[in-house]
């Protein structure tokens, strides 16, 4: 017990795990990747897995490590976020309630998965009982907006996300309702970084799905490198919550990570973090 497990959910974007499990392997006791044995989405389309990503991770998995988790994961009755859900609760019960259970999705990835270990292990106490204690530790995701010819768009400020927990009574996706913690633990997302038709497919698929607002998809087919500055209000749901877009120029994938790590604006200030973790203490007396 008290491993760090992380779990990761495996669907029609299976090649980005190329770039979101390796760097976490090293720090990681056990990875955990779920898949629906029909390959299925949370709506129930079906999608394929080329035989040769399977040969990767037998590569990769040096130390043996990686589990695969096969299972039922769409029922036809429940919604896209409900089967979203429902699939990170078993996963989590996979991996093993009084270990810290961090599930990164396939678009994100970790910086600096090292640090990220020693703020969870500063608050092991939390594992010895999880249930009568839980909690959720909160990263920060630099959402990457679009691919451009010389480098990428990005929303211009972090927003918090729910990275791991002790006990996953998840509520909606990762969101369990408890107390959380927050860290500055920075992950890219790569959420909206594909093709139109891919972009078009994560769109029926995904657990939003019936979230997604009309103008999304038109403004992120016009936005450019060039033009980006004439715009506002990017976010797929409600447009406002992204309100500006940034640039940045590179050629290599080690090039963005450094640029972002090195980025006053998109870390996270230690008077935040100090007010959030307060406000939380404060609020889980009344809970």
Known sequence: MKKIQVGFLLSYDYLKLKKSIPPVYKGADEIFIAIDKEYRTWSGQNFEVDETFFEWIKEIDVD???????????????????????ERHLLSLKMGIGNWLIQVDAD????????????????????????????????????????????????????????????????????????????????????LCRTEDELRFKIENWGHNVEVNSTFLEKWISVNEDNYKEYENFYYIEPERWKKLGFLK??????????????????????????????????SFFK
Request: charged content about 30%; some cysteine.
């Open 64 to 86: 043996n490590k990686i589990r695969l988790y096969r299972d039922d994961f769409y029922i036809s009755e429940l919604s896209a976020i409900e089967n979203d859900t429902r």
């Open 108 to 191: 994100e990835i970790f910086i600096d998965f090292e640090k990220f270990i020693k703020e969870l292990r500063k608050r092991d106490n939390y594992l010895k009982n999880p249930e009568k204690t839980p909690i959720q530790i909160a990263g920060f995701l630099v959402h990457l907006y679009k691919y451009t010819e010389n480098g990428i768009l990005y929303v211009n400020a972090p927003h918090k996300f729910m990275l791991a927990t002790n006990y996953p009574n998840y509520k909606c996706a990762r969101q369990t309702k408890q107390r959380v913690i927050y860290t500055n633990t920075i992950l890219l997302h790569e959420t």
């Open 250 to 283: 590179f050629k290599e994938d080690k090039e963005l990570l450094q640029m972002v790590e090195s980025n006053k604006d998109l870390n996270i200030s230690r008077s935040y973090l100090f007010f959030k973790n307060f406000g939380q203490w404060i609020n």
